[in-house]
Every structure is written in structure tokens, then in C-alpha cells.
């Protein structure tokens, strides 16, 4: 069984940064697309970066690009999620997601079957 649990959220000031960790247990992560997703309130979830297993290769959404560094670390079953310059408007719970499927790289939720809870990240002053 996969387990997916996030940690690192919490209060940051506009411009701030903060780095989210996501563990993966169950053996799965070394095979595993992860990505990042949030929900702001009022709103739909999001894609927000992703991680392909294959070739490690990193993608985001525009919004991120430039600004969010995503990278893992398979020894430690972890992967991370460096959010720098960050905005009121990303106010949000972040979700951690995996798919152990051997597929390739998505950006869509249904892609992956593992969650974590959420964690809040709050932008504000």
C-alpha cells in the first residue's frame, strides 16, 4: 500500500518562500510519477508540478515556472517542492500525488491514484 503524506506548509509573507516535502512509502516512489497539486478556496484543484520517474524530468504549470523547483530524492522516499517568490493568490492546500503505474507523465488528477491529506499553505502578511 502507498502512502502519501505532506509536511512543510504553513504562513509565509508575499514574496517568502517554502519548501513542501512529500514522503511516499510502500516502495513505490523510485517508479513513480509525483506531482503537485492545490486548491485555493472557491476554486478548482490545480496542477501544479509534476516529476516523471522515467527520466526525472521536471514540468510546471505557467503560473509556477520560474519560481517552483520541484526535485526528489528516491533513497530518502521523498520528493520536494521549493516555492519561491510566492503569492497571496497561492493560498491554497497543496496535495501530493503519485501514480506507480509505469505511465507516462501527467498533469491531469486522475493520472494518479495516491494522495496525501493536503497541507495549507498560507501567503499573507
Known amino acids: 500500500q502507498v502512502h502519501v503524506v505532506e509536511s512543510g506548509g504553513g504562513l509565509v509573507q508575499p514574496g517568502g518562500s517554502l519548501k513542501l516535502s512529500c514522503g511516499i512509502s510502500?516502495?513505490?516512489?523510485?517508479?513513480?510519477?509525483v506531482a503537485w497539486f492545490r486548491q485555493a478556496p472557491g476554486k478548482e484543484r490545480e496542477f501544479v508540478a509534476g516529476i516523471s520517474w522515467a527520466d526525472r524530468s521536471t514540468y510546471y504549470a505557467k503560473s509556477v515556472k520560474g519560481r517552483f523547483s520541484m526535485s526528489r530524492d528516491d533513497a530518502k522516499n521523498m520528493v520536494y517542492l521549493q516555492m519561491d517568490s510566492l503569492k497571496p493568490e497561492e493560498t491554497a492546500v497543496y496535495y501530493c500525488a503519485a501514480d506507480p503505474n509505469d505511465r507516462p507523465a501527467a498533469r491531469e488528477e486522475a493520472a494518479y491514484d495516491y494522495w496525501g491529506q493536503g497541507i495549507q499553505v498560507t501567503v499573507s502578511s
Open positions: 510502500g516502495g513505490a516512489l523510485s517508479r513513480s510519477n
